[in-house]
């Protein structure tokens, strides 16, 4: 290469980068030639995954929660990557065995997700509060109700599991001496319409309890159908758990004179 091509290099490597972004037969090129990294920590990580890598998947995962918050891990890589695997599963590009290994992972790699306890930090008042974390259809959004009662324990907020099944005798026991929020989490694609169709009965049974409704990481599909939800008896829908922790904390007892919907006692 002489002089000439060394010049022309740099602008002919930018025009082809330029092309291949806009013509999708091309577009091997901006990996070969762009500067970006091939894949982000989400896709990183769900690679390993679906590798069946479980030891890497979980170094990935500890190298994110080293660098930022718990918060931006669980928004940025693992609700995204749930969402990812509940998607490809329904499609039936995940086979049998393989999805068995993702959501096993997942959870285990959820369930030893640390919590910082800041209870002595708070009002005594915000320790009344007990959050009920319900999945609405399947194991994903059991996963995704799991992620946001880690990420509201790492913030001081008592929170737990639930199901539908067992909301009633939850209630029974929490109602005595903590205010009640009651939280659906929706990860599948199909469970929005779930959701509607649970929150009925809730509100039905208990016309005062506060409902939040998590459809988590599905931005678009939330603006669509918020307002159906509300409609039905939610007292308000998120996408994303920064929105969720953000509600749930606006609904403190602490700060119940300037919330909206304060949490409420059921008698």
Known sequence: MGPVGLLLSTPL???????????????????MLGDEPVLGPKSRFYQRLLALDREEAADLLAREMSNKSLMEVCDT???????????????????????????????????????????????????????????????????AALLFVKLLQSEGVSAQPATF????????????????????SAISPSATESARRLVKPIRRQFPELPILVGLWNAADEGKMDSGDLQATGANQVVTTLQEGLDAILKWLPISSHNAEMPATRLS
Do not use: H, Y
């Not at 490597?13 to 090129?29: A, D, G, H, N």
């Not at 005595?176 to 929020?181: A, E, T, Y």
């Open 77 to 143: 890589v693992l609700i995204p990557t749930l969402r990812m695997a509940t998607f490809d599963n329904q499609c039936g590009m995940l086979e049998a065995k393989r999805a068995a290994f993702v959501f096993a992972c997942l959870r285990a790699l959820i369930s030893n997700l640390g919590s910082r306890n800041k209870a002595a930090d708070q009002d005594p008042q915000s320790r009344n509060l007990m959050i009920l974390s319900l999945p609405v259809l399947s194991e994903p959004d059991e996963l």
């Open 13 to 31: 490597t930018v025009c082809l980068v330029v092309i291949s972004k806009r013509v999708p037969q091309l577009e091997f090129l901006t990996v």
């Open 165 to 184: 099944g067992d909301l009633k005798a939850q209630i029974d026991v929490w109602c005595k001496s903590n205010q009640l929020i009651v939280c659906l």
